[in-house]
Every structure is written in C-alpha cells, then in structure tokens.
C-alpha cells in the first residue's frame, strides 16, 4: 500500500473520517480511564515547526508519549527546510530516520512537496490554506454532543479566506451539514475554494444573517501569522462581525460556540460567550489531542481503523 499523508481533509474519505472521529472519542475514554495504550514504541514522530504553536506541539507530543512513542520537537533553527536544502532533498534524509512527520508551516506548496519526496506519513499540523487536524478535533466535539453532523447548520463567521474557513468547506460536503461563511466585502472565499464544498456552502456579508437559526457558530482571529501589518485594517473592518452575546442570540437556543484558539476577547469574540455556558472551546482543545492519536494511529496502519484504508 502507498504511503497515506493528511494534508487537507479531502485526503480520506467520509468513510475513514467518521471512523476516525469514533476512534478518537475511544481513545479519550481509555485516557480518561487511567488504561495504558501504547502500541507506538519505537516510533518516533518528527515535528517540524516553521510556525509557533502552543496546542499544536504539546497535542502531538503527548499523544506520541501517551502511544509509547518518541516526538521530535524541530524549530526553524532546527532544519533547512526551504534553506539551502531543498524541501525534497529535507523530505528524503528526515523520511528514513523518523516514521512519520508533522509539519506546521505557511505554504501549503511546501508541504504537497515534502510529501511527494517522503517515504513515511506527512501531517499538516497547519498551513497557510488547511488546518485539518483542528477540523478533526471541531468534528469530533461536534460528534460527542449530536453524533452526526448530517442536517446541522454551522455559521463560520470572520475571515472567510483563511485556512479554519477553508477546511470548514470541505468539512460541509464531506459530512453533509450546510455552512454558512459570514464574512465582509474582500474577506470571503475565493470561487475555487468555494467549489470545495459544493452545494454545501453559501457566503453572507452580515453576521446577523450568517448565525440566524443555526446550531453552531465557529470564529477564529481576524489577523493571523503573517498577516500583522494589517491587523488595524482588519479590526476595522471586522468590527462588526464579532461573536458576542447579541449575535449569538440569533442562533439555535441550544447552539454551541467554538474557536480554534488562541482567543483575543474583544475582538472576534467577546468574553461572555467564550466563558459562557455555550462554549465548548475547551472540550474542543483537549480534543486535539486525541483526535491526533487517532490519526496518528491510523496513518501508522494499527488499530481498528486501519483496516477501513481506502473505503
């Protein structure tokens, strides 16, 4: 079988995600129970991060240390990737001393190449276009109170070009749920990621109209990594797209609340929905963590999933 990579969502099927989500909520019940689980000894994740991150690299590397195995933390100073080395010359020497590889960068380019070059597992643990695995833990909280997403309603509100909304398209279509991206003038998707989630996805340019009804709304920042020397012009126009207690109250009376974090209250969100009762930003955390050992488990070809390959 051909090495497998998680770069995008759309790089498994809907019968390998769903899966995926099940196996994942096990894989916190037998944590949660206290029981070892450890069938990666002797395997060694690499983590090379060319953008920071805080649950990202403490998700991975406890979940590599709660399977048995060993994560390796490589900062910028760390690898040549993109210097002096080739990306694919950097795939190759990494890909035969490690058995899989996690990769937080900016080009999503970057990371279709080290893949290409590499004979283990490549996870895109953030670029600048996807950002699957934090789609895997928003799904995966979402299973755990409704058990299927099908027939839901989710309003996606900020900016609509960013890679959170990205894979949120792709999330409508693969698990049959409507989305709504509410986002200003010059914010929203590009045509081509709109066709990523097909008849799934529609674009409204006011928040009230985008969370009216539905059952979970999603924000992220308005100004992410590498995008600071705009951040004043995106508070501005943004301004008016922030989740707060108002906004929320158009949505579903059981509606649920989730950011992918880090959170600026009083920007995209205020406190009192953050903080509130319908907040779930931080089961949604945790689950990243075991979210990941799923993935992690299944791309290393053990554990009940693994058999669902190609389904």
Known sequence: MSVRHF??????????????????IAL??????????????????????????????VSFETGMAQLGGHALFLSPRDTQLGRGESIEDTAKVI????????????????????????????????SDDHHPCQLLADLMT?????????????????????NMAHSWMEAARIFDFQLRIGSPAGYAPTAEMLRTGDNHVTVQHT????????????????????????????KAILGPFQVNADLIASAAPDAL????LPAHRGEEVSAEVIDGPQSVVW???????????????FLFGIGPVAALQGD
């Not at 759309?10 to 899966?19: H, K, M, T, Y």
């Not at 279709?112 to 597992?121: D, E, L």
């Open 95 to 126: 890909s035969r001393m490690v058995d899989m590889v996690m990769i937080r960068t900016f080009g999503h380019d970057n990371l279709v190449r080290f893949a290409a070059a590499s004979r283990v597992p490549v996870i895109n643990g953030l």
């Open 207 to 234: 928040a009230s109209a985008a969370v009216r009804g539905v059952h979970l709304i999603v924000t992220d920042v308005w100004t992410s990594m590498g995008q600071e020397k705009e951040t004043a012009a995106r």
């Open 257 to 260: 609340f989730m950011h992918c």
């Open 7 to 24: 770069l995008r969502l759309s790089d498994f099927s809907p019968v390998e995600l769903r899966a995926l989500l099940q196996r994942a």
């Open 28 to 57: 916190k019940q037998i944590q949660h129970a206290g029981e070892r689980y450890a069938p990666c000894a002797g395997r060694t994740l690499a983590m090379i991060f060319e953008k920071s991150s805080t649950r990202t690299r």
């Open 283 to 297: 089961e949604e955390a945790e689950n990243r963590l075991h979210a990941q050992k799923a993935l992690m488990e």
């Open 142 to 162: 979402a299973t755990e109170h409704w058990g299927d997403l099908r027939g839901k309603t989710v309003a996606y509100i900020g900016d609509g070009a960013n």
